[in-house]
């Protein structure tokens, strides 16, 4: 059923994950005629719940800290059971139980139990990123660390080797892999992978490569993707700061060598554009710009296989972006285009052609084209550059005397719109793709990917998208995402290296830095940064 089992590594990641749930949830339809382009096996898993009914809740394993998890319940009202700590204490005696004051539910959260119109969210109501969820988890999937507390001012949870020493001592005691994500695993039929959301600029990038270790070791040929989330570091100290580079680099590192692919999300420091409205001091904002990415660019592994055309797995694309085996780092960029009311409805997402109010095509006003010739190691005409770069642009500015205006050498670039009413194959398109799978000429650089469903605007996401007229989208939008392995990741890598090697422990410093160089050299196989093919991007 081409399963996918999500891992999700700390509050980052919740915020970022609770927002791609809701949107799966939201292509559920339940109408006898209806059927959703999206295959809801390949998130979603069947069971039955404490009172017989059944259930179908997401394939996911949650961590977060102790307070993390906010008004949301391990035992929801599809799994009602004693929870009584005195009966299975084995202790003979009486038992005093002292419990913690519960958090209060959201005024959202009570209307979504109570079946009334939700409020509308905002900045200051968002505490947690339970206060926005929409979906049930099974008990499982629940996996709270008390071992350190969220926000905590005491010991807070920022430093690389925290997040090592902790899944360290719990996988010694509780073997983690085989107590929490073995049950989902083993009950898929056949798997196409793991995704992997994580903070990598906290502790959490550390919990999340001994997690990867441990994931590799026992699931060898498994194609792992890791999102990669990072808060936005302006106005913060320059030793936090610091801190932060330091654990990225150090993820980056570790993961590098045990993902299929790895992609970092932060928020650009740059002007964005501006139909986008954002509070980027707001998680539950910045993880919803973060997961409209990351749910657009992996539209294509959820769609139905009747869709043979754009349907795809996460195989599959990581042999499309890793061209020489060895450049797991992949870019992430998007477009925002506003989408026009669909004149017929698929579900609960229509068509769009991207359209403005006044007629104008959005596409070609917000983002830019690379038309490129070709190159040594195959084609990249119809290559892209997208107005919003979630791939850490301003890394590029950690390195003062680093070679300005070099332009961008693509290896492999996957593009994927969404929203479009018409998505059928350009002739050129179809003739690359059919003389590729034949090896007749050399293998495209661009892959393009299309479907009609629109990205939702509910109720659970922030209004952070507007019209030209500066109006709240809602319904949906459509959107253009670009997944590219290029040359930046050797410059942003070697700004990073050279900005934290001298901060990094002597005992790991040699190792870390000579891992981050081997990451910048294998961008340059196939192409030299310093021959004149920095020309063929023109």
Same mark, same amino acid.
Request: net charge negative; proline share 4%; hydrophobic share 35%.
């Given at each position: 059923? @081409?399963?996918?089992?999500?891992?999700?590594?700390?509050?980052?990641?919740?915020?970022?994950?609770?927002?791609?749930?809701?949107?799966?949830?939201?292509?559920?339809?339940? $109408?006898? %005629?209806?059927?959703?382009?999206?295959?809801?096996?390949?998130?979603?898993?069947?069971?039955?719940?404490?009172? $017989?009914?059944?259930?179908?809740?997401?394939?996911?394993?949650?961590?977060?800290?102790?307070?993390?998890? #906010?008004?949301?319940?391990?035992?929801?009202?599809?799994?009602?059971?004693?929870?009584?700590?005195?009966?299975?204490?084995?202790?003979?005696?009486?038992?005093?139980?002292?419990?913690?004051?519960?958090?209060?539910?959201?005024?959202?959260?009570?209307?979504?139990?109570? $079946?009334?119109?939700?409020?509308?969210?905002?900045?200051?109501?968002?505490?947690?990123?339970?206060?926005?969820?929409?979906?049930?988890?099974?008990?499982?999937?629940?996996?709270?660390?008390?071992?350190?507390?969220?926000?905590?001012?005491?010991?807070?949870?920022?430093?690389?080797?925290?997040?090592?020493?902790?899944? *360290?001592?719990?996988?010694?005691?509780?073997?983690?892999?085989?107590?929490?994500?073995?049950?989902?695993?083993?009950?898929?039929?056949?798997?196409?992978?793991?995704?992997?959301?994580?903070?990598?600029?906290?502790?959490?990038?550390?919990?999340?490569?001994?997690?990867?270790?441990?994931?590799?070791?026992?699931?060898?040929?498994?194609?792992?993707?890791?999102?990669?989330?990072?808060?936005? &570091?302006? #106005?913060?100290?320059?030793?936090?700061? !610091?801190?932060?580079?330091?654990?990225? *680099?150090?993820?980056?590192?570790?993961?590098?060598?045990?993902?299929? /692919?790895?992609?970092?999300?932060?928020?650009?420091?740059?002007?964005?554009?501006?139909?986008?409205?954002? %509070?980027?001091?707001?998680?539950?904002?910045?993880?919803?710009?973060?997961?409209? *990415?990351?749910?657009?660019?992996?539209?294509?592994?959820?769609?139905?296989?009747?869709?043979?055309?754009?349907?795809?797995?996460?195989?599959?694309?990581?042999?499309?972006?890793?061209?020489?085996?060895?450049?797991?780092?992949?870019? /992430?960029?998007?477009?925002?285009?506003?989408?026009?009311?669909?004149?017929?409805?698929?579900?609960?997402?229509?068509?769009?052609?991207?359209?403005?109010?006044?007629?104008?095509? &959005?596409?070609?006003?917000?983002?830019?084209?690379?038309?490129?010739?070709?190159?040594?190691?195959?084609?990249?005409?119809?290559?892209?550059?997208?107005?919003?770069? !979630?791939?850490?642009?301003? %890394? !590029?500015?950690?390195?003062?005397?680093?070679?300005?205006?070099?332009?961008?050498?693509?290896?492999?670039?996957?593009?994927?719109?969404?929203?479009?009413? %018409?998505?059928?194959?350009?002739?050129?398109?179809?003739?690359?793709?059919?003389?590729? *799978?034949?090896?007749?000429?050399?293998?495209?650089?661009?892959?393009?990917? @299309?479907?009609? &469903?629109?990205?939702? +605007?509910?109720?659970?996401?922030?209004? +952070?998208?507007?019209?030209?007229?500066?109006?709240? &989208?809602?319904?949906?939008?459509?959107?253009?995402?670009?997944?590219?392995?290029?040359?930046?990741?050797?410059?942003?890598?070697?700004?990073?290296?050279?900005?934290?090697?001298?901060?990094?422990?002597?005992?790991?410093?040699?190792?870390?830095?000579?891992?981050?160089?081997?990451?910048?050299?294998?961008?340059?196989?196939?192409?030299?940064?310093?021959?004149?093919?920095?020309?063929?991007?023109?």
């Amino acid at each position: 059923m @081409r399963e996918i089992i999500t891992l999700q590594l700390g509050q980052q990641s919740n915020y970022l994950a609770n927002h791609f749930w809701n949107a799966q949830e939201s292509y559920f339809t339940y $109408g006898a %005629d209806e059927e959703s382009p999206i295959d809801h096996d390949v998130h979603f898993r069947p069971g039955i719940g404490s009172d $017989g009914s059944e259930t179908f809740m997401p394939r996911t394993v949650i961590y977060d800290l102790k307070g993390g998890f #906010g008004t949301l319940r391990k035992i929801n009202a599809l799994y009602e059971i004693d929870d009584d700590a005195s009966s299975s204490s084995l202790w003979p005696g009486q038992t005093v139980v002292h419990r913690q004051q519960p958090i209060g539910a959201s005024a959202y959260q009570e209307s979504l139990d109570t $079946g009334q119109a939700p409020p509308e969210l905002t900045t200051s109501t968002v505490r947690y990123w339970s206060d926005f969820n929409r979906v049930f988890f099974h008990p499982k999937s629940i996996i709270q660390l008390s071992e350190y507390e969220l926000n905590s001012t005491v010991m807070p949870f920022e430093k690389w080797h925290m997040g090592e020493e902790l899944f *360290a001592s719990l996988d010694k005691e509780h073997d983690l892999l085989d107590r929490d994500l073995r049950p989902f695993i083993e009950e898929a039929d056949q798997m196409q992978g793991l995704q992997v959301m994580t903070g990598v600029d906290d502790a959490w990038g550390g919990f999340a490569a001994k997690y990867m270790e441990r994931l590799r070791d026992e699931y060898g040929k498994t194609p792992i993707w890791v999102f990669g989330a990072q808060e936005p &570091v302006r #106005g913060l100290p320059r030793e936090k700061r !610091l801190l932060k580079l330091v654990n990225k *680099a150090r993820a980056l590192a570790e993961l590098n060598s045990q993902a299929s /692919l790895v992609i970092p999300i932060a928020l650009p420091e740059t002007p964005l554009p501006h139909i986008l409205q954002l %509070d980027a001091s707001s998680r539950w904002h910045v993880s919803a710009l973060f997961a409209a *990415a990351l749910e657009s660019v992996t539209l294509y592994t959820r769609l139905r296989t009747t869709d043979r055309v754009y349907s795809s797995n996460l195989g599959n694309m990581t042999d499309l972006l890793n061209v020489f085996g060895k450049q797991t780092i992949a870019n /992430l960029e998007m477009s925002i285009t506003e989408a026009q009311q669909p004149q017929q409805q698929n579900g609960t997402n229509g068509n769009s052609n991207g359209l403005n109010g006044r007629g104008e095509n &959005v596409r070609s006003l917000y983002e830019t084209g690379i038309g490129e010739e070709g190159s040594e190691s195959g084609s990249q005409k119809g290559a892209a550059t997208l107005d919003i770069d !979630l791939s850490s642009p301003q %890394d !590029l500015n950690l390195d003062p005397n680093r070679r300005r205006g070099r332009k961008r050498h693509i290896f492999s670039q996957v593009l994927a719109d969404r929203g479009l009413q %018409d998505i059928e194959l350009t002739d050129e398109e179809r003739e690359a793709r059919e003389q590729s *799978a034949y090896g007749m000429r050399r293998r495209p650089k661009v892959h393009n990917y @299309r479907s009609k &469903v629109a990205f939702p +605007i509910i109720d659970s996401y922030p209004k +952070i998208f507007h019209d030209v007229y500066g109006h709240p &989208v809602k319904d949906h939008v459509s959107i253009r995402t670009a997944l590219s392995t290029d040359s930046t990741v050797t410059d942003k890598v070697k700004a990073l290296r050279s900005t934290v090697v001298r901060s990094i422990g002597l005992e790991d410093r040699e190792t870390i830095g000579n891992e981050l160089a081997e990451i910048a050299e294998s961008y340059k196989e196939g192409w030299s940064s310093d021959s004149d093919d920095d020309d063929d991007d023109e």
